[in-house]
């Protein structure tokens, strides 16, 4: 599976942004897309993730009401839409696929490129 990250950008604290992720080549051997983030200086950590029918998805407690993942089947692509950006929300995003339900990001074999997100204050 291939996947391309989009939608990074500069946005001012408390605004929006709708990251998107174009998945490719194998798709249907993953189960699962998910999206982490990592700061400078920190750890990739683990946002959301949704699986590809739709019919589950979880959140990081720190980005419940205000993340959104979502998914277009057709298109191959999953969403991410980001509202009440703050500060603490700078960090390269990347998408990721698997075959299970879970948060951690070695359970998750396919990567994006990234693309960042820088929320100023």
Known sequence: VQ??????????????????CAA??????SHVMGWFRQAPGKEREFVAFITW????????????????????NA??????????????DTAVYYCAT??????APSTYNSWGQGTLVTVSS
């Open 3 to 20: 996947l391309q990250a989009s939608g990074g950008g500069l946005v001012q604290t408390g605004g929006f942004l709708r990251l998107s």
């Open 53 to 72: 029918s739709g019919s589950s998805t979880y959140y990081a407690d720190f980005v419940k009401g205000r993340f959104t993942i979502s998914s277009d």
């Open 75 to 88: 298109k191959n692509t999953v969403y991410l839409q980001m509202n009440v950006l703050k500060p603490e």
């Open 24 to 29: 490719s080549g194998r798709t249907f051997s």
């Open 98 to 103: 698997g075959g299970v339900l879970t948060s």
